[in-house]
């Protein structure tokens, strides 16, 4: 017999952590369905620092990232910690898109700064810059697993159920107003199913109209800082992005929790599945990010210590895909940019579930 619920979750990365607490805030008897254990590496979520930052091109995401912003410092009121290091964040590469960014950051009230390389240079000695720099002192870096621990927390304070290693076998609408969702063990009927799946959303929704989704096998980089790793929190100096010029692989570095640095190549990797991923750096990939290092940020030691990989899912032209039909809502192509909007988008795909 099928169990009765107000609104089940599938997919309990972040995205589906933040519905479900949202849901569970709202009133609603909530339960998430995770198909991994708590905290694996298998998705997109795991990971123990992101950058947080607000610019984008786009006014509708610096608004939401704002709006994230605000529940972030409520989240870190909750548990007890801090979670985003506002340690600044400074991009440099195509002069057209960082004027871009500049202008919305202004349209916007955010506070960003212009400085030419030899200025920026003289005030990061631990990087070189190809072209004048953005820099943007309210942003920097969060502590990614905190802040997935501390969401779930706070959706089990709330009265949400999350359930590991369960595997939605079907997700099945039942008219416009009702929806059931088949597992290996027990089905559910709800008022609405939200999926937050990632790699594995079209697979579970073979008919449900969405853009193209392609999943690609991303690859983080940790070496030694020069500094010996004091001080990866407020005095670590910022996050850097460098957008390079046209042709040029996107790569960014940030402080890593143990320490390290962490510096990750950005939307790079080979295409997969979220079943056929390897797991696997190459060692070409290793070489071409410590001659990056040694070019761009001599203050880390240009020899690569660990290798990790993640899954970026991502639409044609990386927006988001936020939506409903009939009882099913979907959110969906986050990855590269995601984590630092979390508690926001959970707030709108609660909302579009139980509005």
């Known amino acids: 017999m099928d169990r009765d619920v107000d609104l089940v979750v599938v997919g309990g990365g972040a995205m589906g952590v933040a519905a479900g607490w949202a849901a569970a805030v709202a009133g609603a008897e909530v339960v998430v369905l995770e198909r991994f254990e708590p905290a694996h590496h298998r998705g997109a979520s795991h990971g123990s620092e992101r950058i947080f930052r607000h610019a984008h091109e786009d006014p509708a995401y610096v608004e939401m990232a704002l ?3 605000d529940a972030w410092t409520g989240l870190e009121h909750a548990i007890g910690r801090t979670l985003i290091h506002r340690v600044g964040f400074v991009e440099h590469g195509d002069p057209a898109e960082l004027e871009r960014l500049a202008a919305v950051a202004d349209q916007c009230g955010l506070v960003t700064e212009r400085l030419s390389s030899a200025e920026a240079e003289r005030r990061w ?8 720099v953005l820099h943007q002192p309210g942003a920097g870096w969060m502590r990614a697993a905190d802040a997935l621990a501390g969401l779930a927390a706070q959706a089990t304070a709330h009265g949400a159920e999350l359930r590991h290693d369960v595997r939605v076998e079907g997700v099945e609408p039942v008219g416009d107003h009702e929806v059931r969702i088949r597992t290996a ?19 579970l929704l073979p008919d449900f109209p969405l853009p193209q989704l392609t999943t690609t096998e991303e690859h983080v980089f940790f070496v030694r800082r020069k500094d010996g790793g004091a001080g990866a929190g407020a005095g670590a100096g910022p996050a850097v992005l460098p ?7 996107i790569r960014y570095g940030l402080p890593a929790v143990n320490g390290l640095a962490k510096v990750a190549e950005h939307y790079s990797g080979a295409v997969t599945t979220g079943d056929d991923r390897t797991f696997v750096t190459e060692p070409a990939r290793v ?10 940020l001599p203050g880390l030691v240009p020899e690569v210590l660990e290798t990790t990989t ?10 988001f895909v936020l939506d409903r039909r009939g009882p099913v809502v979907i ?3 986050f990855s590269g940019i995601g984590f630092k909007y979390v508690p926001e988008v959970g707030r709108r795909l609660a909302a579009l579930a139980l509005r």
Do not use: K, N
């Open 67 to 69: 709006a994230a912003e």
């Open 125 to 132: 000695p631990t990087m070189r810059f190809a072209t004048d």
């Open 185 to 203: 063990d027990l089905g559910y009927r709800a008022r609405a199913v939200v999926v937050t799946a990632g790699a594995w959303t079209t697979d």
């Open 243 to 249: 957008f390079l010029h046209s042709g040029e692989l």
């Open 287 to 296: 070489e071409r990010i410590e001659q990056y290092i040694a070019q761009w």
């Open 310 to 319: 993640c899954l970026y899912t991502s639409t044609p032209t990386h927006e």
């Open 331 to 333: 959110g969906a192509g």
